[in-house]
């Protein structure tokens, strides 16, 4: 079984101030590790994955997160706010492919930046 | 390609109707997936098909609700005598058979059941 925490429902940041993003996971197989971004009524959009090699990955936007397996972690971040990163976010983990890669998201956290 | 698409964009109806969502997918996608997301709360799995075969149905998926996808391609999502606790955001997502695939989500139908 898998299963994805994210803590903080909400976070608040100054425009031009980091952004933290915290996304803990369990899975009993190795995990592939997503974010994705929601925009108010709209579907998901990818921000970045992790399936194998390199734990910083980079995604679109500026966003970056870091896979930790000591600390089951999968943590998003941006060192500078913008406006235009007002929305939900959602980490989420894939069942392996024979299991048909179904994910599993967290609760979201929503980002609200202030001018 | 215009991505995934999902239709209507929204949905109100009465309790006790039948609605169908409609979610055509990337053209090469052999995967389809709903989701359904509630207010507040991060999507959460329902069914996926591989080509036109449902492969899985989570618990969440009663025996209102009815999925296909005939020749594989377009699917459709079926609730039969709607219940206020069915307001919700149905999301189709499609992605490639694959070890490091990624799933694309449609812009996803909200519906209302008054």
């Known amino acids: 079984a898998q299963s994805v925490t994210q803590l903080g429902s909400h976070v608040s940041v100054s425009e031009g101030a980091l952004v933290l993003l915290r996304c803990n996971y369990s899975s009993s197989v190795p995990p592939y590790l997503f974010w994705y971004v929601q925009y108010p009524n709209q579907g998901l959009q990818l921000l970045l994955k992790y399936t194998t090699g390199a734990t910083l990955v980079k995604g679109i936007n500026g966003f970056e997160a870091e896979f930790k397996k000591s600390e089951t972690s999968f943590h998003l971040t941006k060192p500078s706010a913008h406006m235009s990163d007002a929305a939900e976010y959602f980490c989420?983990?894939?069942?392996?492919?024979?299991?048909?890669?179904?994910?599993?998201f967290g609760g979201g956290t929503r980002v609200l930046v202030k001018p | 390609d215009t991505g995934v698409s999902q239709n209507p964009r929204h949905k109100i109806t009465k309790r006790g109707q039948n609605v169908t969502f409609r979610c055509d997918p990337i053209?090469?996608?052999?995967?389809l997936y709903w989701y359904r997301q509630t207010l507040g709360q991060g999507p959460e799995f329902l069914t996926y098909?591989?080509?036109?075969?449902?492969?899985?149905k989570s618990r969440l998926l009663s025996d209102r609700f009815s999925a296909e996808r005939p020749k594989g391609s377009f699917s459709t999502l079926e609730i039969q005598r709607t219940e206020q606790g069915d307001s919700a955001m149905y999301l189709c997502?499609?992605?490639?058979?694959?070890?490091?695939?990624?799933?694309?989500f449609g812009q996803g139908t909200r519906l209302t059941v008054v």
């Open positions: 098909f591989q080509n036109e075969a449902q492969l899985e």
């Open positions: 989420a983990v894939s069942a392996a492919e024979a299991a048909g890669n179904k994910l599993t």
């Open positions: 053209s090469e996608h052999n995967r």
């Open positions: 997502a499609s992605s490639l058979r694959s070890v490091n695939t990624e799933a694309f």
